[in-house]
T-cell receptor, first 114, second 113 residues
Framework: GPKVLQIPSHQIIDMGQMVTLNCDPV?????FYWYKQILGQQMEFLVN????????KSKLFKDQFSVERPDGSYFTLKIQPTALEDSAVYFC????????????FGSGTRLTVL | GDSVTQKQGQVTLSEDDFLFINCTYS??????LLWYVQYLGQGPQLLLK?????NKGISRGFEATYDKGTTSFHLQKASVQESDSAVYFC????????????FGTGTTVSVSP
């Protein structure tokens, strides 16, 4: 079936540095999402993105976070600067029509902030 | 606020056992309820969904009934296989946001042959 790719599966970065998480969504999908999962806790919605704009964001989507999809390529989540509490697994998802129940998820990128 | 609760963190079974995973939700509206399954090394994938109270979702031998009275959406399977070993998440579509999912903490199911 359709696949959302997230590479790499694990990133390690020093606190205060910038990190960009990359997501290659399903090719014809139009809506893009990021979710965050801290170890042992539930996945939580961060942001969704459509037509070049953030549509909705949660309180977890701090000012240090930004998303973009330049020229229809990767959908990225940038954190600048990173903090220790940003350590988590970040899941990208995409959907064609935008309904939350129609999401295809990637396998996640584990971010470790030292 | 809206929430989903899965009390079981881990369930260990043998093949052909009955699987039951508890899920309750809290919301002021009638949300769409879903179960996701996440196999090792993969992202979560939709297992089943139900949009109408008192209806049942069925997929791949799994079933869940949307019980408005008890605000529950428990997942069941009559006879599990080793290939059902995975993490199972209950979720609801955020009634406020419309495009976000609110997840439970997940239940890890381990099935031994």
């Amino acid at each position: 079936g359709p696949k959302v790719l997230q590479i790499p599966s694990h990133q390690i970065i020093d606190m205060g540095q910038m990190v960009t998480l990359n997501c290659d969504p399903v090719s014809n999908h139009l809506y893009f999402y990021w979710y965050k999962q801290i170890l042992g806790q539930q996945m939580e919605f961060l942001v969704n993105f459509y037509n070049g704009k953030v549509m909705e964001k949660s309180k977890l989507f701090k000012d240090q976070f930004s998303v973009e999809r330049p020229d229809g390529s990767y959908f990225t989540l940038k954190i600048q600067p990173t903090a220790l509490e940003d350590s988590a697994v970040y899941f990208c998802a995409s959907s064609l029509f935008g309904g939350a129940e129609t999401l295809y998820f990637g396998s996640g990128t584990r971010l470790t902030v030292l | 606020g809206d929430s989903v609760t899965q009390k079981q963190g881990q369930v260990t079974l043998s093949e052909d056992d009955f699987l039951f995973i508890n899920c309750t939700y809290s919301t002021t509206t009638y949300p769409t309820l879903l179960w996701y399954v996440q196999y090792l090394g993969q992202g979560p994938q939709l297992l089943l969904k139900v949009t109408t109270a008192n209806n049942k979702g069925i997929s791949r031998g799994f079933e869940a009934t949307y019980d408005k009275g008890t605000t529950s959406f428990h997942l069941q399977k009559a006879s599990v296989q080793e290939s059902d070993s995975a993490v199972y998440f209950c979720a609801l579509v955020d009634p406020q946001g419309g495009r976000a999912l609110i997840f439970g903490t997940g239940t890890t199911v381990s099935v031994s042959p």
